[in-house]
T-cell receptor
């Protein structure tokens, strides 16, 4: 596709359930980021994949959060045993260049609501 | 903690006026970027300025960078109602290559027609 694609666009789940959020980056982009944004707030860094290097997981808020990137392309963010405070918009971005040297292309986000 | 902090948090101006938003950061950087976010949408890249640059222009946008003060400003000239959005600065941590981008809390700009 032409841009970064995220699915689902909206997800409502019950507390305690697991959710998976998917990101399809732009083809050929080596870097992929996940951020979380609460209403009216800035972006909270979660995890960063760069090529074949070990991912930077330093932003994951708890061990309930995990992410993988298969074949250097599609990424899945998994939240286990969701809590109400996990409610937010989860944004994925990809970049042709690693680190801060390249422009990030963002998806439209996955809005998660935990009841 | 956030690497970048924007100020003001909110700015309301009339169409045609200029809008200036500021970003301060804590550690050394390689690059600083500005992004725009319309309500309920993803972020869109506006401009990237490298640590060895002091000023950069793109259309009605002017970005300055002062590495001695660890600050940057984004100026939008002749604002339009369509410029209403949140604006974020993003920085990398300069001590390592390939480091992640960290975003500030953003400035909510409202341009009144």
């Amino acid at each position: 596709g032409a841009g970064v694609s995220q699915s689902p666009s909206n997800k409502v789940t019950e507390k305690g359930k697991d959710v998976e959020l998917r990101c399809d980056p732009i083809s050929g982009h080596t870097a992929l980021y996940w951020y979380r944004q609460s209403l009216g707030q800035g972006l909270e860094f979660l995890i960063y994949f760069q090529g074949n290097s070990a991912p930077d997981k330093s932003g994951l808020p708890s061990d309930r959060f995990s992410a993988e990137r298969t074949g250097g392309s599609v990424s899945t963010l998994t939240i286990q045993r969701t809590q109400q405070e996990d409610s937010a918009v989860y944004l994925c971005a990809s970049s042709l260049l690693a680190g801060g040297g390249g422009e990030l292309f963002f998806g439209e986000g996955s809005r998660l609501t935990v009841l | 903690s956030q690497q970048g902090e924007e100020d003001p948090q909110a700015l309301s101006i009339q169409e045609g006026e200029n809008a200036t938003m500021n970003c301060s950061y804590k550690t050394s950087i390689n690059n600083l970027q500005w992004y725009r976010q319309n309500s309920g949408r993803g972020l869109v890249h506006l401009i990237l300025i490298r640590s060895n640059e002091r000023e950069k222009h793109s259309g009605r946008l002017r970005v300055t960078l002062d590495t001695s003060k660890k600050s940057s400003s984004l100026l939008i000239t002749a604002s339009r109602a369509a410029d209403t959005a949140s604006y974020f600065c993003a920085t990398d941590a300069g001590e390592t290559s390939g480091s992640r981008l960290t975003f500030g809390e953003g400035t909510q700009l409202t341009v009144n027609p």
